[in-house]
T-cell receptor
């Protein structure tokens, strides 16, 4: 079962611009996580935001969570060509079941 | 260096043959997972194990089998009963089960012809 749904499916921007990706989910969550996947590689955990948090920062990443709208956004500021990857959100629904991943957003940053 | 090792990176098999994908971790994590990824798709959970000698089916377990005899190892067998086995398989681990962040291996791309 897929809980998170990322939007847009694909995003192409110029280097230096900001990139915003959104994730919507259906049921209540304990936390929401964002992951990055370079082509042909495994996923790498970026950031975790708990259900009682509204915003979190990590370097050039900013994540927001709106539990009333069941949505989250990932903002990458001042993007670089090396940020080109797919980005996935994953939700922790109960604390004792595995994370459920969305289908991802493919980000292309053009130099 | 701690991490998860999946081998091999590429695997080719004929239809009708069983094949086993290896996943080893030296992170001392209790929980391990197998996901399948198809082109342009998200990750779908095949099996997971939160403790040695115990595992649970995920969303798409049919045609797959696993074992967890050691904490470090969680091999996945793709059986001939799996109708569409060609895919990218990802193994992951986490310190505990549930919602803790996952550490992923770099995947095995399986092609069955």
């Amino acid at each position: 079962s897929q809980q998170g749904e990322e939007d847009p499916q694909a995003l192409s921007i110029q280097e230096g611009e900001n990139a915003t990706m959104n994730c919507s989910y259906k049921t209540s969550i304990n936390n929401l996580q964002w992951y990055r996947q370079n082509s042909g590689r495994g996923l790498v955990h970026l950031i975790l935001i708990r259900s009682n948090e509204r915003e979190k920062h990590s370097g050039r990443l900013r994540v927001t969570l709106d539990t009333s709208k069941k949505s989250s956004s990932l903002l990458i500021t001042a993007s670089r060509a090396a940020d080109t990857a797919s980005y996935f959100c994953a939700t922790d629904n109960s604390g004792n079941t595995p994370l459920v991943f969305g289908k991802g957003t493919r980000l292309s940053v053009i130099a | 260096d701690g991490g998860i090792t999946q081998s091999p990176k590429y695997l080719f098999r004929k239809e009708g043959q069983n094949v086993t994908l290896s996943c080893e971790q030296n992170l001392n994590h209790d929980a391990m997972y197998w996901y399948r990824q198809d082109p342009g798709q998200g990750l779908r959970l095949i099996y997971y194990s939160q403790i040695v000698n115990d595992f649970q089916k995920g969303d798409i377990a049919e045609g797959y089998s696993v074992s967890r005899e050691k904490k470090e190892s969680f091999p996945l067998t793709v059986t001939s009963a799996q109708k569409n086995p060609t895919a990218f398989y990802l193994c992951a681990s986490s310190p505990t089960g549930g919602g803790s962040p996952l550490h992923f291996g770099n995947g095995t791309r399986l092609t069955v012809t």
